[in-house]
Structures are given as structure tokens and as C-alpha cells.
């Protein structure tokens, strides 16, 4: 009898892609949910829109992202280097995010632009952890 090695774990970069893809196809944070453990803990350094930086549970990435969408046009995510090692992701990213409404020195349908280093980590091919180092190009 032959037996025949199954993977059943998760292709958790390909996870993150999706993941990344979902955002910018303006999946609905429902969608979003999806991609994460119910106990996600997402943290965001500081950075120019959060000096102070920013920890977020589930239900404070839903009121963020629904906030989002009142601000955002649309965003584009660009994968510049992955790196995977079983249940952890790194990622650089090349983020541009073009405003609905002005922001700043911005007009509405105006770009932001970002570089990323996006750090995810895996259960069960759901994201726990999602810690975010943002550099936002002046605006």
C-alpha cells in the first residue's frame, strides 16, 4: 500500500497575498474577518498618520477600515520582497493609496505613497499578528 503525503497546512505567503489583494479590491471587512483569528492583534509603529503608533483587536480593525472607506478612493499594495518560514510572513510593500476626500496638503483623488515592512503570523492559516512599519512619503 502506497501512502501519499498530504499538505494540510496553509501556504500562508500565498494567504498574505490574497490577503493583501482583498484590501485592494475593496473586499468588505466581513471579507477581511475571513483572513484573521478572532484574537488578531495588529500593531502599527509609529509613523506619520500615528505618531504614537496604533494596536488594534478585531473590532477596532473593523471601525478603522469602515473609516477607511469614507477616506479612501482606492489602494494599490505592491509585494517588492516575501519571505515565509512556516507560520511567519515578511513582506515589503510599496503602498499607494489615492484619497476620496482631502487630506492635508492632498486633494481629493489625490495619491498617497507608503513603503511597508509588514510583518504576519499564522494559526491555522489564519493571521494572529500583523505588526506594520510605515513610511509615508511626504504630502
Known sequence: MRFEEINTQPDNLERARQYLGAIENGASFDTLAEFFSP?????????????????RDLTAMRMAAEQGKKVMASQSYEIRH????????????????????????????????????????FVGGKIIAQRNYDCFEPF
Open 39 to 55: 484574537d488578531v492583534l495588529a500593531q502599527w509603529f509609529p509613523h506619520l498618520l500615528a505618531p504614537k503608533g496604533e494596536s
Open 82 to 121: 516575501a519571505v515565509s518560514d512556516g507560520d511567519h510572513v515578511a513582506l515589503e510593500v510599496d503602498w499607494v493609496g489615492t484619497l476620496a476626500v482631502p487630506y492635508g496638503s492632498v486633494p481629493a483623488g489625490g495619491q498617497m505613497r507608503a513603503h511597508f515592512a509588514m510583518f504576519l503570523d
